[in-house]
């Protein structure tokens, strides 16, 4: 009997620990010293929440029948659109088609994603990046290349009335470096980029 009530007594006390007083610890930490970042790094504009700067999302014109599950997606030409993502950046899907690169059926997508982007910016299908056409890994990158964000200036641009230079200047502010100046490669939050727009009308 000493020996259970000694297991039990262990047991409660490791889940005050580990259960109530390390967790309330790490929140504490968090929030004092990494608050926007403990809070989902959520963006605001006007005071609401129009998404993450950690998971990407679609950015499409509403569907002009919206009872019909058939309907494909129509981009909105007014925002930059981000990479393709074969969850749909939907948190709950998050993953790859697992397609390898020698694969009928992804090489005829790309094909195709190529073309439709290629018609959407106006810009040649050789001048389309990787990116535009190739989802990654999680289905949920936030993320797209300056060269991608530099071809759809111009169409941004057009559909919002607004001057090519001041959206140019947007996309270089929002240009993130290489971490710690030489890891990875140059990148812009197309989530936060889209936010930004409203400030240029």
């Known amino acids: ?54 998971i990407g999302q679609t950015f499409d014109l509403p569907k002009k029948h919206p009872d019909d599950p058939n309907e494909a997606p129509r981009p909105d030409p007014r925002y930059f659109q981000p990479r393709p993502s074969a969850g749909g950046y939907d948190p709950l899907a998050s993953g790859a088609s697992n397609l390898g690169p020698n694969d009928p059926g992804l090489v005829t997508t790309i094909k195709e994603r190529r073309a439709a982007i290629a018609a959407f910016d106006g810009v040649d299908p050789k001048d389309v990046p990787a990116d535009a056409v190739t989802a990654s890994g999680s289905g949920l990158d936030p993320d797209i290349s300056p060269a991608y964000a530099a071809e759809q200036v111009d169409r941004v641009a057009r559909a919002r009335g607004l001057d090519p230079a001041a959206v140019r200047r947007l996309v270089e502010h929002t240009t993130h470096g290489r971490a710690l100046g030489f890891l990875g490669e140059r990148y812009v939050n197309v989530v936060r980029l889209n936010a930004d727009l409203a400030g240029l009308g």
């Open 1 to 54: 009997m000493r020996t259970h009530l000694a297991a039990l007594r262990m047991l409660l006390v490791l889940t005050v620990i580990t259960g109530v007083l390390y967790p309330l610890l790490v929140t504490g930490v968090a929030q004092a010293a990494f608050r926007h970042q403990a809070d989902g790094s959520l963006i605001e504009h006007d005071g609401h929440v129009v998404g993450s700067s950690l």
